[in-house]
Each structure stands twice: as C-alpha cells, then as structure tokens.
C-alpha cells in the first residue's frame, strides 16, 4: 500500500508548501517513487516546483476531483526522475460550492487516488491553510499525518483544535489514519524564543515530535522563488541537509 502523508496545519506561514515540496524531493532523492499532491488553489508548490500556475492552461488537480479528467492524466513530471506532481491553481476555490449536494463528499480524494494505475512508494498532499472541505478530504485518503510548527510565538495555537479533527476523521470515515509526527520548523539557533518553543513543545508532545527541525535558511526561502526544491537549488544548505534527514528518519520509521 502507498504511504500517503497529509501535510497540514490550519495557520498559515508555518512552512507547510516548503515542507511539502521538499520532503517530497528529499525522498525521490532517496529513489522513492513519490508522487505530490497541490491540494491548495494558492498553487505555491505548483510555482515552488518549476510551474507557472497563472499560464498553466492543462487539466489539473480540480479538473480530476470534479470527474472531468482522470487523475493519471494530470501527472506532471519534475526536475527530480522520481518526482511528480499533480499541479493546482485558484479552480480549486470553488470545489466546496460545486460538491455542497454530493454524497460522501469527504470521500472524493481517497476514491480517485484508488483509481491511479502508477505506483507509488508515497504521495505527498499539501493541504491549504485551513479545516475546510480540501483538508478534510486529504485527511481520509491520507494514512499519516505531519503537522508543520513553526518555533515562534503562539505554535501550538489551534493545534488541539486539528488533533481533535484527526480524532474525528480517524473515528468515523479513516480508522487508518495516524500523526505520523510533528515538524519543527523556522527554528532559529540564535533566538532563545525558538529554544523556549522546542523545548515547550517536546515536554508537551513528546516522541510525537520529529527529531529533525528545519532551520530558518535563506537559502531554503530563495529556492521556490526558482521553482527548485532546496536539494537542487542548493544541496549544501543547512535547508537541504534538515529535510534529506526529515525524510532519512520517515524511512527509518517504515523498517
């Protein structure tokens, strides 16, 4: 079976797209067939990976929810041999509206990712900025969860709030859903706030916290503007080595 890993935290600017592309790219790296999903219509790691969301005229990810295409059909193929992708624009807004009447709507992704004739050792979804109808449909189809938070004031605000959706999802439409792990990210080695904050969150959480935290880096932030994933914008960067080890300690945890 896939191991298909929800990314998602209802805040904003916790590093949710960048950990999506490049965990995504860090395990293609690793020779893991993986497959990334763009389930957000902001389509930030469509652009992160080399596409022009705006002029980007083929069917995508909304046109294969709404039945029009199949999901095979929208694959992209990326930089990275073992790396494709399902590209998403702003189409995807007005997927809630149309799905308001359709039975086991929360369903719809799990059925057409059943559909896929590739095979995959993972697919990735990049959920949007919320708990609304895309994340909840990542959620069921989804068989792990990581949460990105961010090292800064307020990073478990709202996280009981998700946990407790996961409670919800896990109980009544995914019994195989697990939290695979929570990610710290935007961790700044200078700032005793972001020392506070870890610390804070592993008396808290625990073995539920990921050993791995993503550092702030520069170069980390440059590299979407370049639509490359970190590892080939610049493999040397202390954003490279974070999340290649993201992906070694997610290998590990599948042995």
């Known amino acids: 079976m896939n191991k298909i890993i929800c990314i998602a935290n209802q805040k904003g600017g916790v590093g949710k797209t960048t950990t999506a592309i490049n965990l995504s790219a860090s395990l293609a790296a690793a020779n893991k067939k993986t497959l990334l999903i763009d389930a957000d219509s902001q389509g930030n ?27 095979d059909s929208v694959i992209v193929q990326t930089a990275l041999p ?75 605000e709202g996280l009981g709030y998700l946990l407790n959706t996961v409670k919800l999802v896990k109980a009544n439409l995914n019994p195989e859903l697990a939290l695979g792990g929570i990610l710290l990210t935007m961790f700044d080695v200078r700032n005793s706030l972001s020392h506070r904050v870890m610390e804070d969150v592993r008396k808290h959480l625990g073995n539920k916290v990921f050993k791995t935290i993503i550092p702030r880096n520069v170069r980390l932030s440059e590299s979407p503007s370049h639509g490359l994933p970190i590892i080939l914008y610049d493999i040397k960067s202390r954003g490279a080595i974070a999340y290649m080890e993201l992906a070694r300690e997610i290998l590990q945890g599948e042995r």
């Open 82 to 156: 073992s790396l494709e992708m399902i590209p998403s624009n702003q189409d995807l807004i007005g997927l809630e509206v149309e799905f308001v009447h359709l039975e086991d709507r929360e369903v719809r992704l799990r059925q057409i990712l059943k559909s896929l004739d590739r095979a995959y050792d993972f697919i990735v979804i990049d959920c949007p900025p919320s708990l609304g109808f895309m994340t909840v449909n990542a959620l069921v189809a989804a068989n792990s969860l990581i949460v990105p938070l961010q090292c800064e004031y307020f990073a478990m």
């Open 45 to 71: 790691s469509t652009s992160g990976l080399g596409i022009d969301r705006i002029r980007y005229d083929k069917a995508n990810f909304y046109h294969a929810m709404i039945g029009q295409v199949t999901l």
